[in-house]
């Protein structure tokens, strides 16, 4: 009888868990932001592009400094901020400062010429002015890309989900690529070390 109660235990879980993802699979995975400079790439091609040339292929996280410590952010990512938190307070939470440093931080790590610059936030919004501003900064077009989707994906639109505003559709960290809350000074935002 312990049995077969927990096979049936089982297998409404299994049932429930292959709902859910068949809702969130229905909506768009890879949609684009906003126009912008650069490419685009899903994770895993990101993911590709680093393994295929780690000498000049980096992956830049450009969530603040504190997603990436407490989120989590790829094993490997630069951070260099797009904007920052700071303490003042609006209807959404903390405010953000554009990072007026941001060109100037990009180059002060990479070769405007020859590095190839994979951009990523938390859902590919932040990406698509940053990528822009890349280029713009004297990177090459086709050496600029964003990553769609970001770290944590996007949130379900599906009202009937149990996992309805959450962020549960595709994403660096969902689709299964390497990922820490480990931080190593060799990535972190450099101003900040200097200080």
């Known amino acids: 009888m312990e049995r077969a109660k927990k096979i049936c235990i ?8 292959i ?8 909506q768009a995975k890879y949609p684009v932001k906003g126009k912008h400079k650069g490419g685009d790439v899903t994770p895993k091609q990101a993911y590709e592009m680093l393994k295929k040339d780690p000498a000049s292929v980096f992956l830049v996280d450009v969530r603040t400094r504190y997603e990436y410590q407490d989120v989590g952010h ?3 990512a630069y951070n260099i901020p797009w904007l920052f938190s700071t303490t003042g307070v609006t209807r959404r939470g903390y405010a953000k400062a554009l990072n ?8 002060a790590r990479f070769n405007t010429e020859t590095d190839t610059l994979l951009l990523m936030c938390r859902s590919a919004q932040r990406t698509v002015p940053a990528s822009t501003a890349a280029v713009d900064c004297g990177f090459r077009e086709d050496k600029v890309f ?9 949130k379900v639109k599906d009202r009937n989900s149990p996992y309805y505003g959450k962020r549960r559709v595709a994403g660096w960290r969902l689709e299964g690529l ?3 809350y ?13 200080e």
Request: charged share 20%; hydrophobic share 50%.
């Open 178 to 180: 390497p990922w820490t």
């Open 182 to 194: 480990r931080m190593d000074s060799k990535y972190m935002y450099q101003p900040d070390l200097a």
């Open 146 to 154: 964003n990553v769609l989707a970001g770290f944590e994906g996007d």
């Open 19 to 26: 709902g859910a993802l068949a809702i969130a699979a229905e």
């Open 74 to 76: 790829p094993i490997g």
């Open 100 to 107: 007026k440093n941001f060109c100037r931080d990009l180059k």
């Open 10 to 17: 089982l297998a409404l879980v299994a049932v429930f868990s």
